[in-house]
């Protein structure tokens, strides 16, 4: 058959299973296969490519995130209905159930272009999108790795295209990666969609940033050994690498109005980072770095072990002074949290494949709880898409909260809520609790009163200054709140009391 070349990436498939569970049907992955090929017979891809060579790719993509093998059979078959000769039918009798489901959401996904339609359209896409998520997240899964194979050969489509796929990659795709904690996916996704997206600004980024990253790397280099000498010597166990950033998240790091295109004031352009066996372990190379480079005064150490972000990220983060006084960030972190990091989402879904194995109960159990917490946002959007007749406002929810940049704001009593751009102390107090809102005397930042349209920023801490007694909301605060939630709850106040 002509799609025996394509043998060998099958077999890295099933090599791929093997490295992470050793109870998957083979046979089934195999069938699975043999049934794509067969629905794909004698189609190619606009890149000249076999069709079948892509829900190949994409298989391989939820291999090396450790998904379960239902996840590995419905991505081989994810196209083999829409693009393919098969039906659904065909997919329940040889497959079950479980997979045909998968099948028919990520089909239902696959048919919803977000950009490029009227905003109607967009709106009622993205409800169905997110209905078809809610229901099994291993649909997005499937979607984000066809996606991420789509984007590798957008080469192949028209300029039209092009941009409105990196667009739509830019602001639905790689957002939703990011919420779901799969750090390796928002990057290469974002990366790929920036040359398509912002041509002139990608060829010119590339061109300047050259020499920063070159010395940059120079500099790891040097503190690298001299690192790992005194990791090896003080007997902790411990892998040490240089990452680079991604050239997407360096080019909105240099527009933030702080930096202003300064890439001196970019510290992590290259980062060290060093992955431990276990968190005491992570605490030992903070010392050791901290006593071969002192610590950046100020800016020096985000401990997001002690203090994950919302979305599950652990690290510490330490900005220390290297040769020549140029400033470095070093990332200490257990292997496990690198794999959370990488991978997220799917990470907990591999650890609980690996339940019957070597993971305690414990993880697995955390694994689910967090996948909870990551599909909260989904629910809640949901929730109030009952709600929320009007399309342009559920857009705007939608746009404003879910996929926002998010920051990282602090009750005094070191609870982290996650917050969108913007957000004011009005929608913190609606995060803590509704009914906070109904009580605010005043707002603190870091100590000191500001007022309550004040725009709150990553990393800083919020009191409310509760009343003894309720005070009822403002309606001005209608201009200033930029949550959902808060909105919805000053609202519901005034349609109950017409004042
Ligand atoms: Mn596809």
């Known amino acids: 058959m002509e799609t025996d070349k394509y043998q060998k990436h ?86 079950g159930e479980d997979v045909t489901l998968l099948v028919d959401g990520v089909t239902k996904i696959r048919t919803i272009e977000l950009r490029g339609s009227k905003e109607e359209i967009f709106v009622e896409n993205l409800r169905k999108m997110l209905l ?91 503190i690298r050994r001299k690192i790992l000498l005194r990791l090896a010597s003080e007997k902790v166990t411990a892998q040490v690498h240089s990452r680079k950033k991604h050239l997407y998240s360096l080019w909105k790091k240099l527009s933030r109005p702080e930096i202003n295109g300064d890439f001196t004031k970019i510290y992590d352009i290259v980062a060290l980072r060093i992955i431990t066996k276990n968190i005491p372990h992570c605490y030992l190379a903070l010392g050791i770095v901290h006593g071969l480079y002192k610590p950046v005064p100020n800016i020096g150490v985000s401990d997001f072990i002690a203090q994950p972000k919302p979305n599950g990220y652990q690290s510490i983060h330490t900005k220390v002074f290297g040769p020549g006084g140029t400033i470095v960030e070093v990332q200490i972190r257990t292997e496990e949290m690198h794999e959370q990091a990488e991978h997220g989402v799917a990470a907990h879904w591999a650890y609980s494949e690996r339940k019957s194995e070597k993971v305690s109960d414990e993880k697995v159990e955390r694994g689910f709880k967090a996948d909870k917490d990551k599909l909260r946002w989904v629910t809640e959007l949901l929730s109030w898409q009952k709600e929320v007749i009007d399309s342009k406002e559920f857009l705007r929810a939608v746009k404003f909260d879910a996929l926002n940049h998010r920051n990282f704001i602090f009750s005094p009593k070191g609870d982290v809520y996650d917050l969108p751009s913007n957000a004011t102390p009005v929608d913190f107090a609606c995060a803590v ?67």
Request: glycine content about 4%.
């Open 433 to 499: 609790h509704t009914k906070l809102l109904h009580y605010i005397k005043a707002a603190k930042v870091n100590g000191k009163v500001v007022p309550l349209k004040y725009k709150l920023r990553s990393g800083q801490v919020v009191e409310i200054v509760k009343s003894k007694t309720p005070r009822p909301p403002n309606r001005d605060w209608l201009d200033f709140v930029v949550t959902e939630a808060a909105r919805r709850e000053i609202r519901k106040f005034f349609s109950r009391h017409k004042v």
């Open 10 to 95: 099958f077999e890295e498939l099933l090599a791929k299973c093997r490295s992470y569970s050793s109870n998957f049907d083979e046979e089934r992955i195999k069938k699975a296969w043999e049934f794509a090929k067969i629905a794909h017979h004698g189609q190619k891809r606009k890149s000249g490519e076999d069709f079948v060579y892509h829900p190949l790719q994409v298989a391989i993509y939820l291999a090396s995130w450790g998904l379960d093998e239902t996840a590995i059979v419905a991505g081989l078959l994810h196209d083999s209905v829409e693009d393919g000769g098969a039906t659904l039918e065909d997919i329940r009798n040889n497959f």
């Open 132 to 222: 078809v998520m809610s229901k099994d997240l291993r649909v997005v899964l499937i979607k984000l790795a066809d996606r991420l194979h789509n984007m590798q050969t957008l080469w192949a489509l028209s300029k039209k295209r092009q941009l409105i796929k990196a667009q739509e990659t830019l602001e639905i795709y790689a957002p939703i990666a990011e919420r779901l904690g799969i750090g390796e996916v928002k990057s290469a996704l974002e990366d790929l969609a920036f040359k398509y997206a912002f041509p002139d600004e990608y060829k010119n980024l590339v061109q300047k940033s050259l020499p920063y990253y070159k010395n940059a790397d120079k500099i790891i280099k040097t």
